[in-house]
């Protein structure tokens, strides 16, 4: 019989990193999560897509995290995402009322993703946008992007990210304008027309 020594760190051999889903769905998302401007809020616009793999296939198991500043380019400090009910401590929601700026929305089967926000201010130096996190089965980590609404294109020239993509990777950061206060940002894993995709350090 062979045995390892698991005496300390120096002699235990590495285990294999773990993808960071499917085990997740069923108990980050929560009602509500894609409320991130309550129904009727003045200035809400609502921005939507789908998660694609490689071959443009939808990846059904994603949950997709935004976060993004007010109109005036301030983050807001509320406490509206993840409220609990003082009486028994159970989870009450978003209070309907307040802007979040935060917001976690699960796909469907169809990788379709749907989130009403308000469109954000610009702020540190940067064109507005909106940050993305996008959680998925099969990624080691999970992936940062950020979305950028048509309207605000005399920003993206001085943007230290937009203005050092040629035009058809920055296109992969801005969302289509389909009217009425409503966007589109297809999110594609990889392969052609595959979303830029940041990472920090």
Not at 36 to 48: E, M
Not at 51 to 65: I, K, M, Q, T
Not at 188 to 194: A, F
């Amino acid at each position: 019989m062979t045995r390892t020594d698991t005496g300390g760190p120096e002699t235990v051999p590495p285990t294999p990193s773990h993808t960071v889903g499917p085990f997740y769905g069923y108990a980050l998302p929560f009602p509500g999560g894609g409320d991130i401007a309550p129904d009727g809020h003045p200035g809400t616009v609502t921005l939507h897509g789908r998660v694609l793999d490689g071959a443009g296939d939808p990846v059904p198991d994603a949950l997709v995290e935004l976060w993004g500043p007010g109109p005036d380019g301030t983050v807001p400090r509320v406490d509206g995402s993840m409220r609990r009910d003082p009486a028994d401590g159970g989870f009450a929601g978003r209070n309907g009322i307040e802007f979040t700026g935060w917001g976690r929305v699960q796909v469907d089967r169809s990788g379709q993703w749907v989130a009403r926000t308000l469109r954000p201010g610009a702020r540190g130096g940067h064109a507005p946008y909106i940050s993305v996190c996008v959680f998925a089965r099969g990624l080691m980590k999970h992936l940062f992007t950020r979305v950028h609404l048509p309207g605000d294109e005399a920003a993206w020239a001085a943007d230290p990210l937009l203005s050092r993509l040629d035009g058809a990777r920055r296109g992969t950061l801005i969302a289509v304008d389909e009217g009425n206060g409503t966007y589109r940002f297809d999110i594609r894993l990889q392969g052609e027309g595959e979303t830029v995709f940041l990472e920090f350090e």
